[in-house]
T-cell receptor
């Protein structure tokens, strides 16, 4: 069945780069989303990549996609305290079904 | 423009009690969703409504019912609450169905069943 795997925690020093990794099983995923959840809030779409792209850059965010290995990563450059949140990898599988990973909690060290 | 609103924000129920979680969106979206979020489990889809007048089961529908009251509102009902339903519930909406439209989430309802 469909599955999305992410590590649950990541600690990064302020100013360093954060890399959050994700693997998924459904090769038919045409859009792959990253959602961000700040403490006590709902999820917000952070960025996304089409499956026919290898990389997408959006200011401090870089998304890399290895479709062959079904591996997605999100890199946040110059990590700030405001980046502290849970990040969900979420492939769009079919119709309007999105499979959410368990989320990676990003902790920023001073 | 409030986006997606949910009420209540917090609720404590005793086992066996019933309650309805309310959700409304003001973006004229066609599709609406209910998810639950449990620690270490990510988000799981409970029910969805692809368009006004239709509802369908998601991944974990047991113990829940839904009503798409109109295009704006989508409620989730727990008929006889159980401790296993302790969770954070999120409502979401999207422009449509069948294409990868962005889903917009409400702030969540934190439910505890004792």
């Amino acid at each position: 069945g469909e599955d999305v795997e992410q590590s649950l925690f990541l600690s990064v020093r302020e100013g360093d780069s954060s890399v959050i990794n994700c693997t998924y099983t459904d090769s038919s995923s045409t859009y792959l989303y990253w959602y961000k959840q700040e403490p006590g809030a709902g999820l917000q779409l952070l960025t996304y990549i089409f499956s026919n792209m290898d990389m997408k850059q959006d200011q401090r965010l870089t998304v890399l996609l290895n479709k062959k290995d079904k591996h997605l990563s999100l890199r946040i450059a110059d990590t700030q305290t405001g980046d502290s949140a849970i990040y969900f990898c979420a492939p769009w599988v079919r119709d309007d079904k999105i499979i959410f990973g368990k989320g990676t909690r990003l902790h920023i060290l001073p | 423009n409030a986006g997606v609103t949910q009420t209540p924000k917090f609720q404590v129920l005793k086992t066996g009690q019933s309650m309805t979680l309310q959700c409304a969106q003001d973006m004229n979206h066609n599709s609406m969703y209910w998810y639950r979020q449990d620690p270490g489990m990510g988000l799981r889809l409970i029910y969805y409504s692809a368009s006004e007048g239709t509802t369908d089961k998601g991944e974990v529908p047991n113990g829940y019912n839904v009503s798409r009251l109109n295009k704006r509102e989508f409620s989730l009902r727990l008929e006889s609450a159980a401790p296993s339903q302790t969770s954070v519930y999120f409502c979401a909406s999207s422009e449509g169905w069948g294409r990868p439209y962005e889903q917009y989430f409400g702030p969540g309802t934190r439910l505890t069943v004792t």
